[in-house]
C-alpha cells in the first residue's frame, strides 16, 4: 500500500506560501504505516492537475490532494477529480444548508458562488469531518482512490486524523494499532544519547516492537519517538508506558518532557505543583525568556515579571554578578524563585565562535549557579541561553524535596 | 523556457523537515521570468529520483534538483544524475583539495569517504560558488540541462544566484534585467490598499512596466512588490525608485520600510538617527517587544530596557495606565521615550474574539496614547499588540521634527 501527496496551488509554486501541510501528512502516513515515495506540488491549472492525479492513480494505490477546494473559480480540484472519474456533479444538499448555516451564524451574507464547495462527483463520498466550508472527499477510480481534502491546515488535519488515515489502514488490511510518544531531552548529546541506549536498541531490533529512533530538534533538544504496533489500544499504551518507564530509567534527568511538551510549560508545572512563583532578571537574553514564560502563562499568576537591561560589567565576575541578579529579580517581584542569565564580559575565555555565559537560579535559602559555554551568534546565544537557564531550574525544581 | 524543481531527501517525505527550499527557489524563479509548473518531493533512492529527472526532462526544459550531494551512502544524486546522462564519474582533484583544505582549516580529519563529493560526471561543469563542501553541478542532457544543488539553504541559494538563474536566463533567451523591491507597509487593509492604489495599477496594466502585487504577510504587515524589467540595471533602479516615490506619495506614513526592514529595525533606525534612547513597560505583551527590540540592539545602547509584569486593574482605564507605564519606564531607565502597552480590563467593551488594548509613546512633553482592537486570542493579540505600539512610536518619531 503507497500513497503519494499532491498540494494544489500557484502559491506554492511561486513560494508565497511554504507547504508545511506535506510535510504533516507524511509524518502522519508514516506513523501510520503506509508507504508514501512521492510529495507533489503543482498550481491551479486543469491540465497539470490532471495529469499528476493520472501519474499518481498509475504508480500508487492512494492520492492525497490537499487544496483547490474554496469557492472562487481558481478552486478546481473537485472538477479535475470528476474528471478523473470521468462522471459529472451533483450538487449535494445537505452541504449546500450547512455551508448557509454557517455564514449565517457569522452574520454575513453568502457570496451564491460558495454554493460550489456543495458539489460532489458523483460516486464519491462526503468526509463526516467538516471544521469550514470545504467538504472533504472519498472518490474512488477502480480500486484506487483520491482523498481531496482542504489546504487551510487546521481543517485538512480533522480530516485526515478521522478519515484519510483510517480508509488507508483499512484499505491496506492493516489491523495493527501504530501508537507513538515522544520524549523530549536536554543536556546530552545524539552521540551520548545513542550510546547510553545502544543496548536497549539493540535489545529491540530483535523484540522488532516497539522501535525507537532520535531526532535533532535544535533548540527544542533531540527527541526520542517510540512506536509501538500492537493488536488494540490498551496493549499499545501499556508498551509505550513500559518503554518510556524503561527509558526513563537510563537517561535519567535529561528527559524533560514528553510529546508536545516545552520545557517552559514543564517548568509553569513543576513551579504550580509547588505553589511557587517566579521573576526573572534579563541582560543577555533581552526579554526572551519572560515572552517564552509568558506566552503559556499570560495571567502570569506564576511567572510574576522581569526586569531587562544590560549588566554593567562592574569587575564581578559573570557568576557572581548573575546571583546577585537574579536575587534581586526575587525580591523586586516579591516571588518564591529569581532567574538571571548574564554573558561573561568579552575577552574572558572566548573560544572561536562561542561566548560563556553565566546562569543563576535562587530558590528558598539556596543559590544555584554555573557557566555554560555557548554558540556566540547572537540568536543562537539568547536561545540556548534561556533553554539553559530553565533547564537548570527544572532540574533544581526536581531535586528539591518541598 | 520552463523550469522544474526536485527535492531530494527522504527526511522531507517523513516530515521531519519542512521542504522550504523548494518555495525559495520558486519565488526566484518567478522574479527572473521563469515558468516553473511542478515541484517534487522524492527520498533517498536511486530509481525513483531517478524516474523523476527522466520525467522532469520530458515535460520541462530543465530542471533543478536540491539536495542529496552530502559525502555519506545516502547522498546518490550524482549517481543518478550520471546515469541519466549516461557517463561515469571522475574524480575532480582541484575539489578534493578544497575539501581536504576546508576540514584541515576546521582542525578537523576528513573521512575518506568525504572525497566522493569531488566525484564529477564526465560533461558536467562544477560551478563556481561553493561556500561549503558540496560543488554544485550543471549537467547538460541534449539541449536540456539538470542543475544539482545542495540542500544547505545557505549553499544552495549562493548557487542558484551565481549561476542557476543566470544559467536559465541566458538560455531562455531573455537579455532583461529583473528587479523588484518591496515596499512593507503596516495599518491600512489591503482592500484599502487595492483602492487607493487602484488609478495608478490601471495605468501599469497599459504601460506594462514596472507590474505591481500585493501579498498580505500576517503580523508583517502587506507587503507590495514592485517589479520593474529593463534592459540594464540602472535602467531597472531608476524605474524602482521612481515607482517607489510614486506609491509613497499615495500611501503616506503606512509604508515603514522596504525589502527585509523589519518594524523594529525601521524604529531602531529612527531611534538611532535622532541620538534617543528608549525603555519599555509590558504587561499584555509579557517581553515579546523586548524580546523584539534586543534582537535587533544586542548591545542595547538605544533599546535601554524593559519592566515586565502584570498592571494590576486599579479602576483607571487602560489608556490611563499605559500612559502612567510609559512615563515610569522612560524614568527607571533614563531614557528618552517611554513605550507600554496594557490591555483593557476583561469585560469592558468586548467583542467576540477582539480585546481593547492601550498604546502608550512618552516622547519629550508629549504624551501620545490609543485605543486598538486587536484579535482577542494569546499569540496573535501578543505580536498584534507589538507591532501596533512599534508602529505608534514609528509615526511619532516621523513627525518629530527634533
Redesign the interface.
Known amino acids: 500500500m503507497n500513497c503519494e501527496v499532491i498540494a494544489v496551488g500557484t502559491e ?9 501541510n ?7 502516513l ?1 506513523l501510520a504505516g503506509i508507504d ?8 491551479d ?1 486543469f491540465q ?1 492537475i490532471e495529469a ?1 492525479l493520472r501519474q499518481g492513480l498509475e504508480r500508487s494505490d492512494a492520492v492525497i490532494c490537499c487544496g483547490g477546494l474554496g469557492p472562487t473559480q481558481d478552486d478546481i480540484t473537485r472538477d479535475v477529480i470528476a474528471g478523473v472519474m470521468g462522471v459529472t456533479m451533483r450538487r449535494d444538499a445537505a452541504i449546500a444548508d450547512k455551508i448557509r448555516r454557517i455564514f449565517s451564524a457569522r452574520g454575513r451574507v453568502m457570496p451564491e458562488n460558495n454554493l460550489r464547495q456543495a458539489d460532489v462527483p458523483i460516486g464519491a463520498r462526503v468526509m463526516a469531518e467538516m471544521p469550514g466550508t470545504a467538504p472533504g472527499l472519498v472518490c474512488p477510480v477502480g480500486n484506487k482512490v483520491i482523498y481531496a481534502v482542504p489546504g487551510v491546515p487546521s481543517e485538512m488535519r480533522a480530516m485526515m486524523s478521522g478519515t484519510v488515515i483510517p480508509d488507508l489502514r483499512r484499505r491496506s488490511g492493516q489491523s495493527a494499532v501504530i501508537r507513538s510518544r515522544v520524549l523530549r531531552t536536554w543536556g546530552m548529546s545524539e552521540s551520548g544519547l545513542a550510546e547510553v541506549l545502544a543496548p536497549r536498541v539493540d535489545d529491540l531490533d530483535r523484540l522488532g516492537n516497539p522501535t525507537i529512533a532520535y ?1 535533532a530538534s535544535g533548540i527544542e533538544g533531540i527527541k526520542v519517538r517510540i512506536v509501538a504496533k500492537c493488536d488494540d489500544e490498551a496493549t499499545a499504551a501499556r508498551v509505550l508506558d513500559s518503554e518510556e518507564a524503561l527509558l526513563r530509567g537510563l537517561l535519567g534527568e535529561v528527559v524533560f518532557g514528553i510529546d508536545g511538551e516545552s520545557m517552559e510549560v514543564v517548568v509553569l508545572k513543576l513551579l504550580r505543583n509547588k505553589a511557587m512563583t517566579l521573576a526573572a532578571a ?2 543577555v537574553t ?6 517564552r ?3 503559556v502563562d ?3 499568576k506564576t511567572f ?7 549588566q554593567e560589567a562592574d569587575g564581578r565576575p559573570a557568576l557572581e554578578r548573575a546571583s546577585s541578579a537574579a536575587l534581586q529579580a526575587r525580591r523586586q ?1 516579591g516571588a518564591d524563585v529569581g532567574l538571571a542569565a548574564v554573558a561573561e564580559a568579552p575577552g574572558v575565555d572566548e573560544r572561536a565562535g562561542t561566548r560563556p555565559v553565566a546562569l543563576a537560579v535562587a530558590m528558598g535559602s539556596a543559590q544555584h549557579s554555573e557557566t555554560t559555554i555557548l554558540p556566540g551568534d ?2 543562537r546565544l ?1 536561545e540556548f541561553a534561556v533553554i539553559n537557564l530553565l533547564n537548570l531550574l527544572r532540574r533544581k525544581l526536581a531535586e528539591d524535596p518541598a
Chains 1, 2 share one sequence.
Open positions: 506554492l509554486l511561486l513560494g508565497i506560501i511554504v507547504d508545511s506535506s510535510a504533516w501528512i507524511g509524518e502522519q508514516a508514501s515515495y512521492l510529495q507533489v506540488k503543482v498550481g491549472n497539470r499528476c531526532q534579563e541582560s533581552g526579554g526572551l525568556l519572560a515572552s514564560m509568558s506566552a499570560p495571567a502570569m510574576r515579571g522581569a526586569l531587562i537591561g544590560t517581584w547572537g540568536p539568547r
